[in-house]
């Protein structure tokens, strides 16, 4: 393949170069990542040779397998992800549930585990929108996260997340459960095509939400456009620019109503494989317990911890490989 990038009439048609420079990419990526785990098992082979010799301590062997030991399994974790879509990037949509100043908290809450979970994973993230909430927290997020495989590890947190603690609102400290939905949906690249009658579309513009900044509350330059055949409805204030905009939110549209195409797909092969268990997206997924324990537990895997803060600071992966195993 890198050896067609080589030929003179390879930059003729611009567009198809480029979409074979992105599959040169990933499949090196599958090669560095190859050679890099059969490096750290030579390299523990080595060092309990040494270990034999009386040349290195028992602590090193067990420092390179462990070290061997991450690289082999994340890369079996990625062999996972193998449907057409999970290499794309991603946007997580976070709603807060019915409950007022609770639920929009909780929602917060979530959107910074997501935050910090892209940050954790070395993906670029950036919130396109927020809906601030009546006093406190937010009423809905949108979250893009651009980086290889975001979407694939990300696509089982789509249902309901619920929070059981005691309420910092509540001025008799009384137990609240909080409900809030995340939604998260595939990036379509250029090698997508999907078409969208202009007609069907309706826009509005509004001002921006948000703290602070010259242009907040001043320009309508915040855009919300409606999707009449699907009912899908989609805001973005990503930027100052009204154009910007409108052109991020048809993209995360034409995403949306890809994602739902796939999900249509899916539940066609699920009611063909009814021994497989069925997830419906809106259903709860999660339950994360601050009081009178501390505990979150996955009800579709049974995966759970009581380091309730290590996941609230973004630290999700163990439930999502749980998803991946169990479902992908």
Same mark, same amino acid.
């Given at each position: 393949?890198?050896?067609?990038?080589?030929?003179? &009439?390879?930059?003729?048609?611009?567009?198809?170069?480029?979409?074979?420079?992105?599959?040169?990419?990933?499949?090196?990526?599958?090669?560095?990542?190859?050679? &890099?785990?059969?490096?750290?098992?030579?390299?523990?082979?080595?060092?309990?040779?040494?270990?034999?010799?009386?040349?290195?301590?028992?602590?090193?062997?067990?420092?390179?397998?462990?070290?061997?030991?991450?690289?082999?399994?994340?890369?079996?974790?990625?062999?996972?992800?193998?449907?057409?879509?999970?290499?794309? *990037?991603?946007?997580?949509?976070?709603?807060?549930?019915?409950?007022?100043?609770?639920?929009?908290?909780?929602?917060?809450?979530?959107?910074?585990?997501?935050?910090?979970?892209?940050?954790?994973?070395?993906?670029?993230?950036?919130?396109?929108?927020?809906?601030?909430? &009546?006093?406190?927290?937010?009423?809905?997020?949108?979250?893009?996260?651009?980086?290889?495989?975001?979407?694939?590890?990300?696509?089982?947190? /789509?249902? =309901?997340?619920?929070?059981?603690?005691?309420?910092?609102?509540?001025? /008799?400290?009384?137990?609240?459960?909080?409900?809030?939905?995340?939604?998260?949906?595939?990036?379509?690249?250029?090698?997508? /095509?999907?078409?969208?009658?202009?007609?069907?579309?309706?826009?509005?513009?509004?001002?921006? *939400?948000?703290?602070?900044?010259?242009?907040? /509350?001043?320009?309508?330059?915040?855009?919300?456009?409606?999707?009449?055949?699907?009912?899908?409805?989609?805001?973005?204030?990503?930027?100052?620019?009204?154009?910007?905009?409108?052109?991020?939110?048809?993209?995360?549209?034409?995403?949306?109503?890809?994602?739902?195409?796939?999900?249509?797909?899916?539940?066609?092969?699920?009611?063909?494989? *009814?021994? #497989? #268990?069925?997830?419906?997206?809106?259903?709860?997924?999660?339950?994360?317990?601050?009081?009178?324990?501390?505990? =979150?537990?996955?009800?579709?895997?049974?995966?759970?911890?009581?380091?309730?803060?290590?996941?609230?600071?973004?630290?999700?992966?163990?439930?999502?490989?749980?998803?991946?195993?169990?479902?992908?």
């Amino acid at each position: 393949m890198q050896k067609e990038t080589e030929s003179p &009439d390879f930059w003729d048609d611009p567009r198809e170069a480029q979409s074979k420079l992105k599959k040169i990419s990933a499949v090196k990526k599958w090669v560095d990542d190859f050679e &890099d785990a059969r490096q750290q098992i030579e390299d523990l082979k080595v060092m309990f040779e040494f270990f034999e010799e009386g040349d290195s301590s028992e602590e090193e062997v067990q420092a390179q397998y462990d070290k061997a030991l991450r690289v082999m399994e994340k890369l079996e974790f990625k062999k996972m992800l193998n449907k057409e879509e999970d290499h794309l *990037s991603a946007i997580v949509t976070i709603n807060a549930g019915a409950g007022g100043t609770e639920s929009q908290d909780w929602a917060e809450m979530l959107m910074r585990m997501y935050l910090r979970w892209g940050e954790r994973n070395k993906y670029s993230t950036k919130v396109l929108d927020v809906q601030e909430g &009546d006093g406190a927290g937010i009423k809905s997020a949108s979250i893009e996260f651009d980086g290889d495989y975001a979407y694939g590890y990300l696509k089982g947190e /789509n249902g =309901v997340h619920r929070l059981v603690r005691l309420s910092p609102f509540d001025a /008799n400290h009384k137990r609240h459960t909080s409900f809030a939905s995340v939604y998260a949906y595939p990036i379509i690249d250029d090698n997508i /095509n999907i078409e969208i009658n202009p007609a069907d579309l309706s826009w509005d513009t509004f001002r921006s *939400s948000g703290p602070g900044g010259q242009n907040v /509350n001043k320009v309508e330059s915040a855009v919300r456009v409606r999707h009449a055949p699907s009912g899908i409805v989609v805001e973005c204030q990503e930027t100052r620019s009204q154009n910007q905009n409108r052109e991020k939110a048809l993209t995360m549209l034409k995403s949306q109503l890809y994602e739902l195409e796939l999900r249509k797909q899916r539940e066609k092969i699920d009611a063909m494989e *009814s021994s #497989k #268990k069925k997830i419906e997206w809106g259903s709860q997924i999660r339950s994360y317990v601050f009081h009178p324990y501390k505990m =979150v537990k996955d009800l579709r895997t049974g995966v759970e911890t009581s380091n309730v803060q290590l996941v609230m600071d973004g630290d999700i992966d163990e439930f999502i490989k749980a998803y991946l195993i169990e479902f992908a």
